[in-house]
């Protein structure tokens, strides 16, 4: 009876012609995700791909049973990257295999030594996307996650402060609050997010210049009764123009977001700290 393979583990370098024949054994994986796969191609083509812990694996039989999105994006990107290659592994290995799900950006942050929570991270890349953008920006690169980090840092205390007064709160919300928070007072904020989940102050009252947050707090619960998250830019834009307007006490009939963003200052603000990072 022969002795049983003993598994195994080396550093390769994995070229696009190498990925392609090790993907010819992929017939032990789950469904490919295009998405995984365009985020891993973005990090090889900015250089921010890098050498990990999670080994491409093939079992006793020669199949590939872990590695699939990674080494598919070496085909796509054309880039030659190093890997761990560990092979000979049981085939019930896949089992014990993680079976899908990706480390969030708040884990990742955290992991590389930047504790961060879900929805300080939420904040940080509102606050990152711009003001005229269509879509929140996807964060995909580690550059990217860099900016994160350092907006982070700028404004960890405004950012702490609504993330803890109003955990519930929706990241557009939290956004436009910290937006506030660099301008007026921890009381003026609490109030501003106490109009918006139930439509007065803090303290139970109303005063004449609440009418913008109370017209964003009907956009917001219109977009709800139709099925809508409201997470995207222009809930954004709406949340930040009524902040403004809150913090301005200014007379509004109509709530029509700004074609820019109203806090300039922190708008330059948040350009020159992402900056660091270019």
């Known amino acids: 009876m022969s002795e049983p393979l003993l598994p195994t583990a080396d550093i390769e370098v994995i070229t696009p012609e190498v990925a392609d024949r090790y993907l010819r054994t992929n017939t032990a994986n789950r469904a490919l995700r295009p998405t995984a796969v365009k985020e891993y191609v973005a990090e090889m083509e900015s250089g921010d791909w890098l050498l990990g812990c ?118 557009a919300d939290l956004t436009a609050a910290v937006f506030l928070a660099e301008h007026s007072s921890k009381e003026q904020v609490r109030d501003f997010l106490s109009l918006i989940s139930t439509g007065v102050r ?29 997470a995207d830019m222009h809930n954004l834009r709406m949340a930040v123009t009524a902040a403004e307007k ?5 007379p509004v009939r109509v709530l029509r977001p700004y074609a820019n963003n109203p806090f300039y200052e922190m708008e330059k603000l948040i350009e020159t700290t992402i900056s660091k990072e270019a």
């Not at 085939?91 to 961060?116: F, P, W, Y």
């Not at 913008?212 to 977009?223: G, S």
């Not at 809150?246 to 200014?250: C, K, W």
């Open 54 to 171: 999670d080994a491409i694996g093939f079992d006793v039989n020669g199949v590939l049973i872990n590695g699939q999105h990674r080494l598919n994006a070496v085909v796509k990107s054309g880039i030659a990257s190093d890997f761990i290659v560990a092979r000979n592994l049981p085939t019930k290995s896949k089992n014990a295999l993680d079976v899908g799900k990706r480390r969030q950006l708040h884990e990742r942050i955290t992991i590389a030594g930047h504790k961060i929570t879900v929805k300080e991270a939420n904040i940080c890349t509102l606050m990152l996307t711009p003001w005229s953008s269509n879509q929140v920006y996807k964060i995909k690169t580690h550059a990217q996650r860099e900016q994160i980090v350092l907006l982070h840092q700028a404004f960890k205390p405004s950012i702490t402060f609504v993330a803890e007064a109003a955990p519930n709160s929706l990241g």
């Open 246 to 250: 809150f913090a301005s006490e200014s």
């Open 202 to 230: 803090c303290d139970g009252t109303t005063q004449p210049g609440d009418q913008a947050v109370r017209l964003y707090r009907d956009f917001r619960i219109n977009l709800k009764a139709q099925g809508k998250r409201g």
